[in-house]
């Protein structure tokens, strides 16, 4: 079984100087959406499954790879980025300025995360719990005796997940076994777009969660490639 994690395109965070909330692709977006589905539909072997977070960006993503396909988006509301504070209508620049004068929080302050948003225990709970579900559902359990095993029922499977930064970073760590931490997307960046491709592999006479590629963008031209 292959689970390829998909970032989605370049966002537009802001339109006329003021946040969104659940923002829509670029036309760079889009493109790259566009190049990522290209990739899947010459991929061997086909994609069988697209599971998607229900943001727009995500959506708009995915949405070209349903097309070319022939694959329906499934959608999984607790993939969804960690939920920033609502800051309709406050402008670019005073969010920017947020992100930069927290930077310094101490590790504790990081894991409660900005005030009026999801704390990151809670991002992370809320994702590794959809993640362990959406597996189970397909025959891929952790084995109840060692944490590093799993054991899988369909080895044929190819999952696409399409979502966000920090969802894809979560959720590698958790396949990984890598110690968790309130920084993941800083410690496996994912570009606009790009692929992570985890494979369950056959080891030790049940399954291990082995990383093929992370951060993936043969598919996306040098002068179309953001973070």
């Given at each position: 079984?292959?689970?390829?994690?998909?970032?989605?395109?370049?966002?537009?965070?802001?339109?006329?100087?003021?946040?969104?909330?659940?923002?829509?692709?670029?036309?760079?977006?889009?493109?790259?959406?566009?190049?990522?589905?290209?990739?899947?539909?010459?991929?061997?072997?086909?994609?069988?499954?697209l599971v998607v977070s229900p943001?727009?960006?995500?959506?708009?993503t995915?949405?070209?790879?349903a097309?070319?396909?022939?694959?329906?988006?499934?959608?999984?509301d607790d993939l969804l980025e960690v939920r920033l504070p609502d800051w309709t209508g406050v402008s670019e620049e005073a969010v920017i300025?947020?992100?930069?004068?927290?930077?310094?929080?101490?590790?504790?302050?990081?894991?409660?995360?900005?005030?009026?948003?999801?704390?990151f225990r809670d991002f992370h709970n809320r994702v590794t719990s959809a993640l362990?579900?959406?597996?189970?559902?397909?025959?891929?359990?952790?084995?109840?005796d060692d944490p590093g095993l799993w054991h899988c029922e369909n080895e044929d499977a190819r999952i696409l997940i399409v979502a966000h930064g920090g969802t894809?970073?979560?959720?590698?760590?958790?396949?990984?076994?890598?110690?968790p931490s309130p920084w993941e997307w800083e410690k496996f960046v994912l570009f606009h777009a790009s692929f992570a491709r985890v494979k369950v592999l056959p080891l030790a006479g049940a399954h291990v969660m082995s990383l093929r590629t992370f951060n993936d963008q043969d598919h996306i031209p040098l002068d179309k490639r953001s973070r």
């Open positions: 079984m292959d689970i390829v994690f998909i970032r989605h395109g370049q966002p537009k965070w802001a339109v006329d100087g003021l946040s969104q909330t659940d923002p829509y692709l670029t036309d760079l977006g889009q493109q790259q959406a566009a190049l990522a589905a290209n990739r899947i539909e010459k991929a061997n072997p086909q994609a069988t499954e943001a727009l960006r995500s959506q708009q995915a949405k070209p790879i097309t070319q396909t022939g694959l329906t988006i499934s959608t999984v300025n947020i992100f930069r004068t927290t930077k310094d929080r101490t590790p504790e302050e990081w894991w409660s995360g900005l005030d009026g948003g999801e704390s362990d579900n959406l597996l189970a559902e397909r025959g891929v359990t952790k084995d109840p894809n970073s979560v959720c590698l760590t958790h396949l990984l076994g890598v110690p």
